[in-house]
């Protein structure tokens, strides 16, 4: 469905009874509310959770900003590294806001959240910015901006910067089949088959690679958060695989350091994506988590 949160139009669905405890799910860099497979979404349900993800802005049904034009991610870079606020179209902070958006339009005073990759960054914001709206954060596969965690591999930046060459659909689905390649978990392989309906879906329901450029620029920009998360009193878990090619799992390991009292847990095997064998223990990880936190709120009352 369609709301609007946080004066922008953004695409929205919702799982479970509303009167159960909510989880918000926020998906990363260029990825659709759909990356958040639907598998584990009812798998936290049938947990008694209340379950929402939605689409950033600039990507999927959410509102788009060519108005806002193509930002250079170098320039970014440079005037960030220099110690400037570089001008982008939008704020990781901005998203985070659209989040807290979300919950409003809903009518949902407080609600655990969880987010992966650039969606971590943005959850990691939002718990530090919102204290009184989230009790509990959950950081997938994602990082702080400290420049002396390791980079990507080269194969794996490459492949999620590149872009097919043309916008034919089957180019951007083999195109999105390399990607998947570079960057997914060598403990828990996707088959071929289902990574191709995987796809499809997405490049079906939207293809919009503009967005990601606007997306891109905000990360940069929002440069290093560690100071900034040091500040989140909620419960934190962070959960990275060993094996993720494009964040690091010392990435990981940083934001549990600089979260107070933040647990992690590493999964050996898993890259960086969500892979159907996984998501059993994603669901329990996550689920018992939240579960954990719940009870340990209904005790303290």
């Known amino acids: 469905m ?6 922008i139009d953004i695409e929205v669905e919702t799982f479970g009874d509303k009167a159960n405890p909510a989880i918000i799910f926020v998906m990363g860099f260029g990825a659709q509310l759909i ?3 639907q598998e584990m979404m009812d798998g936290l349900v049938e ?15 959410s509102q788009k900003f060519p108005e806002l034009g193509t930002p250079d991610a170098g320039a970014i870079m440079g005037k960030v590294l220099a110690g400037e606020t570089p001008d982008v179209p939008y704020t990781l902070t901005d998203m985070a806001a659209d989040a807290v958006g979300v919950l409003d339009t809903l009518g949902i005073k407080k ?4 987010g992966g990759s650039m969606g971590g960054m943005i959850v990691q914001l939002a718990a530090a910015g919102w204290p009184d709206r989230f009790l509990s954060m959950t950081s997938i596969f994602s990082t702080t901006g400290n420049q002396e965690v390791p980079p990507a ?3 794996a930046m490459t492949a999620l910067l590149s872009r097919p060459a043309n916008e034919e659909r089957e180019t951007v689905i083999a195109h999105s089949l390399g990607v998947r390649k570079a960057i997914g978990s060598p403990g828990f392989p996707t088959p071929d088959d289902e990574a191709r309906v995987k ?3 997405n490049f079906d329901r939207s293809y919009y690679p503009e ?5 891109y620029a905000a990360i940069i920009a929002d440069g290093d958060r560690r100071e900034r998360i040091k500040t989140i009193s909620c419960p934190v878990l962070v959960l990275h695989g060993t094996d993720d090619p494009l964040v690091r799992v010392e990435g990981g390991r940083d934001t549990a350091a600089n979260i107070p009292g933040a647990k992690l847990v590493e999964i050996a095997g898993w890259g960086h994506d969500m892979p159907t064998a996984l998501l059993p223990r994603l669901i329990d990880e996550v689920g ?3 579960a954990s936190v719940e009870g340990r709120a209904q005790a303290a009352e």
Request: overall charge neutral; cysteine-free; aromatic content about 10%.
């Open 2 to 7: 369609q709301i609007k949160a946080n004066g």
């Open 35 to 37: 990356n958040w497979p």
């Open 47 to 61: 947990r008694g959770f209340h379950v929402i993800r939605f689409d950033n802005r600039d990507v999927g049904l």
């Open 111 to 114: 609600a655990h959240i969880v």
């Open 153 to 155: 591999s080269d194969e």
């Open 199 to 201: 796809a499809a879906e």
């Open 211 to 215: 967005g990601t450029t606007r997306q």
């Open 288 to 290: 018992g988590f939240v």
